[in-house]
């Protein structure tokens, strides 16, 4: 689910919430060492993505943050920002040149450079949330 998060809507909260969970509360955030990543430069984009990146060769830049049951991906178009909720069930990263979310039939994928690096602990603390989340499902067989 994508949306325009350029302005304050009061019917985005309960969506977002619904679908990936709370956010941090400020203990939790500093307790975690923050829940957000620095901001990274897009690479490419699944075809469906694509009305949200810039038309022009201006570089796409996207941040993350972490909620309780998924995680929010601001992307950054101008002078607009939109907002891609994925919940941990759906999330699937790629360590590829850079890294590469999949979700719900797209992708995003951003650039291996400086920016990138400087979020590695963010991306082990996402992945180290999302099998926090899948461990209190019981999926054993019989």
């Known amino acids: 689910m994508i949306l325009d998060s350029t ?3 009061k019917e985005h909260k309960p ?7 709370r956010p ?9 060492n923050g829940v957000g990543s620095k901001r990274m430069i897009i690479s490419e984009v699944s075809p469906n993505l694509a009305p949200y990146m810039n038309v022009v ?3 796409n830049y996207a941040n993350i943050e972490l909620r309780k049951k998924g995680i929010l991906i601001y992307i950054n178009k101008g002078l607009k920002t939109y907002t891609w909720a994925i919940p ?11 890294i590469s979310i999949h ?13 990138f690096r400087e979020n590695k ?3 082990e603390k996402m992945m180290n949330e999302k099998i926090k989340n899948a461990s209190q499902f019981n999926f054993r067989t019989p």
């Open 15 to 21: 969506l977002l919430e619904d679908m990936v969970g």
């Open 103 to 115: 979700a719900q039939g797209s992708f995003i994928h951003f650039k291996n450079n400086k920016t």
């Open 57 to 59: 060769s201006d570089v």
């Open 88 to 98: 941990y069930y759906q999330l699937v990263v790629y360590r590829t040149n850079g």
């Open 7 to 9: 302005y304050h809507n």
């Open 121 to 123: 602990r963010f991306f």
């Open 24 to 32: 941090f509360s400020l203990f939790e955030s500093i307790k975690m």
